[in-house]
């Protein structure tokens, strides 16, 4: 179950591992707070239980009650949260339910949350078998808060197969154009798009072909384009707006680069790993667990202006770097991300839980 399945990096570990598991051994039921979203044609048969509110109103209540039926007429035998909202629905509806196996998901640092919203959580994880962080960082930041440490199962997010075919860029290559590109979402200023463009104006006159990509969108995108404007880079800046063809604008890039402030286990960096682009990435979370600094990308202190600038320069300045750090890097990728080898561990977890419990198919 998931909140919706609006643009995210959530959203889509949930589509890409739904659609993965084996469905000779799994019968995969969807669940949804809002049908809604772009990856909504992606999923067939998703219910929606909206919470009519706040999860925390009375009227969230009967919404609970109405899950926990659904999930025993459907004879469902693992529970499977997906993000902090349904954390707060399904986990004790599943239980209310009677589910033989309730599994919890912290995919984010926490910092994201309000305290009170942290603690909520946390008591709805206490009453999970297991919950999935998709990181060390992310585990790290329950167990500092007292949650069990035998309940915390680690499996970071996997790529489909198409992240790693070779495909034409999005946008067609020129000659002695060098492209610096940065995806994500333009919701939260804590993704650092104004650093990412100051950036920008600092190397634009230095590099004269040079170009800057961002792609996403979001009701910060209208303040970051006059940002670019104010800052006379305004005609080296490509706004592509929301994308769903993210291998073929990796392909457009030279150097992928993300310099947000909070990230668990970034998508983005994981699918510039795979298309063979080296990664510059502030030192946030679980961007270290992904990037090998200086060999498969670059790590820059977070909010650090200067050494980012430096790293994207150092880059473009040395194309056999640039080469072997794309080659280690997608190597990585290829190794531990791909949704076969994350879908076995998910369904080797739900196994050994039902086995735990002494679970048996009708």
Not at 97 to 126: E, K, Y
Request: proline letters at 4%.
């Amino acid at each position: 179950m998931v909140n919706s399945l609006e643009t995210g990096g959530t959203e889509k570990q949930f589509v890409t591992i739904s659609r993965a598991i084996d469905a000779a051994e799994f019968s995969v039921e969807l669940g949804c707070l809002k049908r809604k979203g772009a990856f909504l044609d992606q999923v067939n048969g998703i219910a929606e239980f909206s919470p009519g509110g706040s999860m925390f109103w009375l009227k969230s209540q009967g919404a609970r009650i109405k899950l926990a039926r659904y999930l025993r007429r459907k004879q469902i035998a693992i529970a499977h949260s997906f993000d902090f909202y349904t954390n707060l629905m399904l986990i004790p509806a599943a239980r209310l339910a009677g589910i033989p196996v309730v599994i919890g998901s912290h995919r984010q640092l926490g910092d994201l949350l309000t305290p009170l919203q942290f603690r909520a959580q946390n008591a709805m994880l206490s009453w999970c078998d297991k919950v999935v962080c998709n990181s060390q960082a992310a585990a790290g930041a329950l167990r500092r808060a007292g949650l069990n440490q035998r309940k915390l199962e680690i499996i970071p997010n996997g790529l489909p197969e198409e992240s790693f075919t070779a495909t034409q860029p999005a946008i067609e290559r020129e000659a002695g154009v060098q492209r610096i590109g940065f995806v994500s979402r333009m919701n939260d200023a804590g993704k650092n798009h104004e650093l990412f463009l100051r950036v920008a104006a600092k190397l634009a006159p230095r590099f004269p072909s040079l170009q800057f990509v961002l792609a996403g969108d979001g009701p910060q995108r209208q303040h970051l384009e006059q940002v670019a404007h104010s800052l006379g880079v305004g005609r080296s800046i490509l706004f592509l707006g929301d994308r769903r063809d993210i291998p073929a604008v990796l392909a457009s890039f030279d150097v992928s680069v993300l310099p947000s402030r909070s990230e668990s286990l970034s998508n983005v960096i994981i699918e510039s790993m795979a298309a063979g682009l080296p990664v510059v990435a502030a030192d946030a979370g679980g961007n270290c667990e992904l990037i090998r600094d200086g060999e498969t990308g670059v790590l820059v202190p977070l909010g650090d202006e200067e050494a980012l600038g430096h790293a994207i320069e150092r880059l473009l300045s040395d194309v056999e770097l640039r080469r072997e750090m794309g080659h280690r890097a997608r190597e990585a990728a290829l190794a531990n991300y791909s949704v076969g080898k994350i879908r076995d561990r998910y369904q080797d977890l739900y196994r050994s839980l039902l086995v735990e419990k002494g679970w048996k198919p009708a």
